[in-house]
């Protein structure tokens, strides 16, 4: 059953609001406007890219019927205290995450990821936490926002390793879910992720190659602390 069957099937439609993450996907905010419902969109964690429930509390209102979680990047969002929001304010909560992938890739994923958590220098690497599976291995590009990170994505790709951003736009700054609200986090993780290879088939010369081509550009930019 879909997102939008779901909000429907528990009763929630028109006047009600769904608290919802502006990173990542449209079609959280979409399956909740076909529900006949408003997204809300609140701010993330740093560190997981997954909602922050201190935002989602903030963005409760006495229209607010439900939370939709999503779970990022191989992160899990922090259902515990998502849920116990839900039941202080007396809201449905939604998980919505990522197709789970063999233990074994996901075992060469985490090895992989060690590999370069290890060794990259000029980057800020995830942060592994409890049971990251690495479904897209996320670094921040410290320096001045958006254009340093694209200019670090455009000379990696150069020297053959494939990157990608992996969120362009924040939702809630898409034309047709425009939200004039302050989401820093969000934007700011928008404007300096950026995915890099650690697919259970890439060799050793192959996560070697990722290293040399970031590192190289490593004192071409200058942390942004």
Do not use: W
Request: one cysteine or more; charged letters at 25%; hydrophobic letters at 40%.
């Amino acid at each position: 059953m879909g997102t939008a069957a779901m909000l429907r099937a528990a009763g929630v439609g028109v006047g009600d609001e769904v608290v919802v993450p502006a990173f990542g996907n449209v079609e959280v905010a979409e399956a909740v406007t076909l529900a006949g419902a408003l997204p809300v969109f609140a701010d993330i964690d740093p560190v997981t890219y997954c909602l922050d429930p201190d935002a989602v509390e903030a963005a409760v209102t006495s229209r607010t019927a439900a939370v939709v979680a999503v779970h990022r990047f191989g992160r899990h969002a922090d259902i515990t205290r998502l849920h116990a929001l839900g039941q202080r304010h007396g809201l449905l909560v939604l998980e919505q995450g990522e197709s789970e992938a063999p233990y074994d890739e996901i075992a060469q994923r985490r090895q992989r990821a060690a590999y370069l958590d290890a060794r990259l220098k000029g980057v800020r690497t995830p942060d592994g936490g409890d049971g990251h599976t690495y479904q897209q291995y996320v670094v921040r590009v410290p320096g001045n926002g958006r254009p340093d990170r694209d200019a670090f994505a455009r000379a990696v790709r150069a020297k053959g390793v494939e990157c990608r951003v992996p969120v362009k736009t924040p939702v809630h700054r898409l034309p047709e879910f425009r939200r004039y609200v302050s989401l820093p986090e969000t934007e700011r993780a928008a404007d300096e992720t950026l995915a890099l290879p650690v697919d259970a088939g890439l060799t050793k010369r192959e996560m070697h190659r990722v290293v040399s081509a970031c590192n190289a550009l490593g004192g071409l930019l200058q942390p942004a602390f």
